[in-house]
């Protein structure tokens, strides 16, 4: 016999729970399918930078979206800990971007006078002032800049809380059980057929991460366009005190540390389609970008190297909102952002799912982009 939720999440990654959240705090029958562990995908391997500041180099939709995913992520934390009692590390010391060249230097100067003249908060500082708040750097670097609202979260604490609000809310989640395919009624969703038989649900959510193209049932052109992108990554540890207070970025690497003593050092960026592995060449890339930020970590023992991969769309930018099939919405493709964006678009979708509302700052995310153009619609009219 068919099971029953009023709406169906497929994927239990982080902004698959994130949207579930939101829906069953809103008193609806929630089920999230996941095919394997909750937030064990990329959620899990993700090192939980909230930095858009130091993603971004220009202004621009995404920036933005970023920037407001951001600005709410200290206030979610907060609650989602009275919510659950869950403890969550979150660290607000800022991120510092060091500049190793004479090029380095001059790419960021350029990039602090033009985010000085956008008001976004940033400092400059010479080598003494970064050493001093960075004693770990190297004394090799130029010049940095600092951004103090950058943040950092501990990933693995958040979707673990998450999973808990779900559940203490109502809300069922399902492991191992993998979606194969949307049932229509008509042209509306109807439900879903899975490696564990059919639910039925009058909403679907497609948060499957890099895998949200294979969902069959639906029209071809609705298919999202998202693909793996991997990220190997690796942890030092040693001792009990964080190496460094800020996030560490630079263009080839980010070190990001832990209060229990570990430095996360990441992050590759490979197109190998689904592989997962770590590669030596992988590893032997950051702990090469990560020395020549701060020799000393050559004393340090390694503590552990994952990997994983994240959904990448074709246009770069998350897929948001409701997708060409009535009942059915997207929610992936965050690529290097998911876990900044992971509070922001459970807000989101549900203010499109429980609401029939786009609030404006998601209109430039909405499925429809990929969709071809209708007749007499030039291809310039659907490009953002
Ligand atoms: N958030 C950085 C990365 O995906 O590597």
New binding site residues.
């Given amino acids: 016999m068919a099971q029953r939720s009023d709406i169906v999440v497929i994927g239990g990654g982080i902004i698959g729970l994130a949207v579930a959240r939101r829906l069953c705090l809103a008193g609806n029958a929630v089920t999230v399918l996941e095919r394997h562990r909750t937030g064990r995908g990329a959620s899990w391997a993700?090192?939980g930078?909230l930095?858009p500041h130091c993603?971004f180099d220009e202004p621009d939709p995404y920036f933005e979206l970023c920037r407001t995913g951001l600005a709410r992520y200290a206030g979610f934390i907060e609650t989602l800990r009275e919510e659950t009692g869950c403890p969550i590390e979150y660290n607000a010391a800022g991120a510092m971007l060091p500049a190793l060249s004479d090029r380095g230097q001059a790419q960021l100067e350029t990039r602090y006078e033009r985010h000085r003249c956008d008001g976004v908060p940033v400092e400059r500082l010479n080598v003494r002032e970064a050493r001093r708040l960075e004693p770990n750097l190297t004394n090799g670097i130029r010049m940095a800049l600092r951004y103090p609202d950058d943040h950092q979260v501990e990933n693995r604490d958040v979707v673990t809380a998450l999973a808990q609000s779900v559940q203490r809310g109502g809300g069922v989640i399902r492991e191992g059980v993998a979606a194969r395919k949307i049932l229509l009624e008509g042209h509306r969703v109807s439900g879903v057929d899975t490696s564990e038989g059919i639910w039925k649900a009058h909403t679907v959510v497609n948060a499957m991460g890099c895998r949200a193209r294979y969902l069959d049932g639906i029209a071809p052109t609705d298919r999202i366009p998202v693909r793996p992108v991997r990220?190997q990554?690796l942890a030092l540890k040693a001792g009990t005190a964080p190496p460094f207070h800020h996030t560490i970025y630079t263009s080839g690497a980010?070190l990001v540390p832990r209060s229990d003593g570990r430095l996360i050092i990441?992050?590759t960026?490979e197109e190998t389609g689904f592989r997962d592995e770590v590669t030596l060449g992988g590893v032997m890339q950051l702990f090469r970008d990560a020395l020549e930020l701060a020799p000393g970590l050559k004393s340090w023992a390694l503590d552990s190297t994952w990997s994983g991969l994240?959904p990448v769309t074709r246009d770069g930018w998350p897929v948001l909102g409701a997708t060409g099939t009535p009942g059915l919405f997207a929610a992936t493709g965050h690529?290097?952002?998911?876990?900044?964006l992971a509070p922001l678009t459970g807000d989101l979708l549900a203010e499109t799912i429980l609401h029939d509302r786009v609030p404006s700052i998601m209109r430039p995310f909405l499925p429809d982009r990929f969709y071809p153009a209708r007749d007499g619609e030039t291809s310039d009219e659907r490009d953002r």
Avoid: P
């Avoid at 690529?335 to 900044?340: K, M, S, V």
């Fill in positions: 993700a090192a930078m930095a993603e990220g990554i980010y990441g992050a960026v994240r690529g290097r952002n998911g876990i900044l």
